[in-house]
């Protein structure tokens, strides 16, 4: 008999939905964005479902729009490392994930923090190192927005780098003790890094943490992003979420990874996905498109077209055609966040030949155009499409991003996972401890030693 095809095991992460387009809030199931609670209810469902890990993104500055805070952003965010640190503590296997910039913090900092979580959690800790080149931003720090954008991804591998050779100070252990002898200790164990943008050097107060280094996950899709993603990081957040274009950013990022002696395993690529599920495919359509509508309200979908048009354009009617007058250069009309091309123009021409070609109002265009990768159907339905993106290489598996705060991941776990698992696609039961075993990862400093199967 032919021998049965083992299938590849689907990994998922759980995303935090802070306030943002994705995110319902305006209905009595939304709950809080801050309060402990929320978070805590997300992660132990997540760990319920056996998910690989928790992700939380970053907002280091309130949204800007027209000189008023953005109204999806009003209610901040927590510090990451604080929330993290605290479901440490609530949880047992579930990998943390946080987002932290790599513009305006400093190896020394990051690499203590990074492994205090990473200690405190077992081996639990992940880094979504992102870069910002944003002024905007930059006010809220010390050096500003000096940082040019050609000069980011310059500082971000520096950073990776000089925060990993202080991880590199304590791979061997802690200093030997020989209690007969009153030896407690040995040669202070020092770290040295030169380059561009780091000239550093010192003694790391903390023993080798679990993982070794926490698992690097990385978002960025321009060609330097894709570099820097094969060269240090374990995962990519990606934007690539519908099937062929999954396919094609899967084989391009995966066949890069040979020029730095990595294997493909070497690299989980998680696309962010929503999810709407209901009693039929019907039923789910319905949900999706409700849903849909919700989150992208009449105010919210002329913020987004004054984003493109860099105008006011608060006197046209949401659910009336877009704008016959030109877009203008005005960068600055949203600050902190940037949703659109660098060319307005060139936006507002495809903008304006979809909504003709599809007879679509300025809100019905915003929903199309801001839409994420969406499984939508019956739990059945949605698991095999899950499977069928993961057996067709155009994912790993994928981070869920809820649109409610915080149960919305519950209706998945009670659902769809069973359903993963009878496709045997899903674990049954976590079979490491730390993230790098969850996600078939090898140890940066003993290859493939404590690396077991999901």
Do not use: C
């Not at 440490?88 to 020394?108: Q, R, W």
């Not at 030169?194 to 107060?205: A, L, N, P, S």
């Not at 899967?250 to 989980?268: F, S, V």
């Not at 499984?375 to 949605?382: E, H, I, L, R, S």
């Amino acid at each position: 008999m032919p021998k049965q095809q083992v299938r590849k095991q689907i990994h998922l992460a759980a995303h935090f939905p802070g306030v943002n387009n994705t995110t319902v809030w305006s209905v009595p199931e939304s709950g809080s964005q801050i309060e402990f609670d929320s978070f805590v209810h997300l992660a132990r469902t997540a760990e319920r479902g056996l998910f690989d890990f928790f992700f939380l993104a970053e907002g280091l500055r309130l949204r800007e729009h027209r000189g008023r805070i953005f109204d999806l952003d009003v209610v901040g965010r927590p510090d990451t490392f604080t929330v993290l640190d605290a479901l440490a503590g609530v949880t047992t296997h579930l990998g943390l994930a946080g987002t932290i910039n790599t513009t305006f913090n400093e190896p020394f900092e990051l690499a203590r923090q990074f492994a205090s979580l990473d200690h405190l959690s077992g081996g639990r800790a992940a880094w979504n190192a992102v870069t910002s080149s944003d002024a905007f931003t930059g006010e809220n720090f010390r050096r500003g927005g000096y940082l040019d954008h050609s000069q980011r991804y310059v500082r971000a591998a520096e950073v990776v780098d000089a925060t990993r050779a202080i991880w590199d100070s304590r791979a061997g252990g802690a200093p030997v003790v020989d209690r007969e002898r009153g030896v407690f200790g040995g040669p202070a164990p020092r770290f040295s890094y030169r380059g561009t943008q780091f000239d550093i050097e010192g003694v790391y107060g903390l023993p080798a943490s679990p993982q070794g280094y926490p698992v690097q996950i990385q978002a960025g899709d321009s060609e330097e992003g894709r570099e820097f993603a094969a060269a240090k990081a374990d995962a990519i957040f990606s934007r690539h979420g519908e099937l062929e274009d999954g396919r094609q950013f899967y084989t391009d990022i995966k066949t890069r990874l040979a020029k730095y002696g990595r294997r493909r395993d070497d690299l989980k690529i998680l696309p962010a996905a929503t999810f709407v599920l209901g009693d039929s495919d019907a039923d789910a359509q319905e949900r999706a498109r409700e849903i849909r509508l919700q989150q992208v309200g009449p105010q919210t979908a002329i913020a987004f077209l004054e984003q493109v048009w860099g105008r006011d354009l608060s006197g046209y009617d949401p659910d009336g055609p877009l704008p016959e007058i030109d877009p203008v250069d005005n960068a600055n009309i949203t600050r902190g966040r940037v949703r659109h091309a660098k060319d307005p123009r060139a936006i507002a021409e495809a903008w304006r030949a979809k909504a003709e070609a599809e007879k679509l109002s300025i809100r019905e265009l915003i929903i199309e155009v801001t839409a994420r990768q969406q499984f939508v159907g019956t739990p059945a339905q949605v698991a095999a499409e899950i499977d069928r993106y993961v057996q067709s290489d155009a994912a790993d598996g994928f981070v869920l991003v809820p649109h409610l705060t915080p149960a919305g991941l519950d209706e998945f776990v009670d659902k769809v996972v069973p359903e993963l698992q009878d496709l045997g696609s899903f674990r049954t039961e976590y079979t490491g401890v730390t993230l790098r075993e969850h996600l078939g990862l090898r140890h940066p400093h003993r290859g493939s030693e404590g690396v077991r199967a999901s």
